[in-house]
């Protein structure tokens, strides 16, 4: 089922035209899914800005506090809009409309952004366009600022989509048509890192510390358990497990053990995870006959990953797609970019659309 949108709601929004047809398309970008607030301001599909507040508040905590997310959103929103419509050189009237985040996310993080879009929309009288965050990252790659030349995927490609929440094998057939083949049944590969890291005793988030680690030990030096499940779907529950026994036991012989082989340990955890996301990705490409496969979300910043989708551009002819590091992560870039498209084909929403924390069936 289709969300809602303008044409079949009556709630008067766009009044906005003719000012569409004469000048040049302008669209805010807003996410606050989770832990960054972000703004972006693209002229017709070119990015002018990207502004992001992270929130360090998190990291005593080892793992985002909802409640504490929500409240430094109400805090970072308003300037960061601000800071991103004046990197922009532009006025908030002379917006077309603005794309924010509806879900999945953290409801009382989404709850500040979608506030906060359908206030401004209101004021200015210009269309609201809501955007699915995964659809968000995986639009990533049609990011390009002024001159830049990166190169994006054709239709149909894959898109292997790993983030703190997701770990995902998307089809991606148009801008607005995706089909996930395959997902994870129980943690995400990031989560999966995070924890992992956790149990180490280093900080939070776990990813670029278990990367950083990871680039001076040796993968080989331990192995964990790997899911043997059907078709294209993820676990990483018992990879989790398997990693927390296993130190356990290890450290009984040597309480120094971490200490001692935490870079081994990295590098063994993060070889585990990449072998495991590459395994389902390239049958899933040979399946479908699919050259063009693409990573998206917070883990495609992981250098071992990275290193996998170039090695496997050479070893099956793949045409790889890698964003760039200040796309991984949570951005608004992406919203924007992902809301023009659907601007373009005037899909708004009403004022009434409420955010969702998770992706159900009929969305996605
Ligand atoms: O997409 P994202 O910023 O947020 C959501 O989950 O929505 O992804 C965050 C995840 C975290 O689990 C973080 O540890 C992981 O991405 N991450 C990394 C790296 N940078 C971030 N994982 C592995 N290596 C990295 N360099």
Same mark, same amino acid.
């Given at each position: 089922?289709k969300e809602?949108t ?8 766009c009044?906005?035209e003719s000012r569409k ?6 669209i ?5 899914s989770?832990d960054?607030?972000s703004?972006?301001v693209l ?7 990207n502004v992001?507040a ?8 080892g ?11 109400q805090?970072?929103i ?5 800071a991103a419509?004046?990197? *922009?050189g532009?006025?908030r009237e002379?917006?077309s409309?603005? !794309?924010?985040?509806r879900?999945? $996310?953290?409801?009382g #993080?989404?709850?500040v952004g979608?506030?906060?879009?359908k ?7 210009i ?8 659809h968000?990252?995986?639009l990533a ?6 001159g ?5 995927p054709?239709f149909?490609?894959l898109?292997?989509l ?14 607005k ?7 994870t ?6 989560e999966a890192?995070?924890?992992?890291s956790?149990?180490?005793?280093l900080?939070?988030?776990?990813g670029p510390i278990?990367?950083k680690? *990871? ?8 192995t964990? !358990?790997?899911p043997?499940?059907a $078709?294209y779907?993820? #676990? ?6 398997s990693?927390?026994?296993n130190?356990?036991?290890?450290i009984k ?13 990295a590098?063994?955890?993060e070889?585990?995870?990449v072998d495991i996301?590459?395994?389902k990705l390239?049958l899933?490409a ?7 496969v693409a990573?998206?979300g917070?883990?495609?910043?992981n250098t ?15 045409k790889?797609?890698i ?12 919203i ?19 955010a969702y924390?998770r992706?159900t069936?009929?969305?996605?």
């Open positions: 089922m809602n303008i044409q079949n709601n009556p709630e008067p929004l009044q906005t047809t004469t000048a040049p398309v302008y805010l970008g807003i996410e606050s989770c960054d607030t703004a972006a002229r017709d599909g070119i990015l002018l800005s992001t992270s929130q360090a508040v998190h990291e005593a905590y793992g985002v506090v909802p409640e504490l997310a929500s409240r430094a959103h805090q970072n308003v300037p960061v809009v601000d419509l004046k990197q *922009a532009i006025e002379q917006l409309a603005i !794309a924010f985040t879900g999945p $996310g953290l409801m #993080s989404l709850l979608v506030s906060f879009a206030g401004l929309a209101a004021s200015l009288g269309p609201m366009i809501d955007v699915n965050h995964l968000g990252h995986v790659h049609f990011i390009h600022a002024e830049d030349d990166y190169e994006s054709e149909p490609f898109c292997l790993v983030s703190g929440g997701n770990s995902q094998i998307i089809l991606v057939k148009s801008y048509e995706m089909e996930i083949i395959g997902q049944i129980d943690d995400a590969a990031g890192i995070d924890k992992c956790k149990v180490m005793g900080g939070y988030p776990g278990i990367d680690l *990871a680039r001076q030990g040796n993968p080989e030096a331990y964990f !358990a790997k043997n499940i $078709g779907d993820y #676990s990483f529950s018992g990879l989790k497990t990693f927390l026994y130190l356990r036991d290890w012989d040597d309480p120094d053990f971490i200490e001692n082989h935490k870079c081994d340990l590098a063994s955890l070889k585990t995870i996301l590459m395994k390239r899933a040979k399946d479908l006959k699919i050259r063009q990573v998206a917070g883990v495609s910043a071992g990953l990275r290193n996998a989708f170039h090695d496997y551009a050479k070893r099956y002819g793949w790889v797609f964003p760039r590091f200040s796309y991984t992560t949570d951005n608004a870039a992406m924007a970019i992902t809301g023009y498209y659907k601007f373009l084909d005037k899909d708004y929403c009403p004022m009434s659309a409420p924390s992706v069936e009929e969305r996605l």
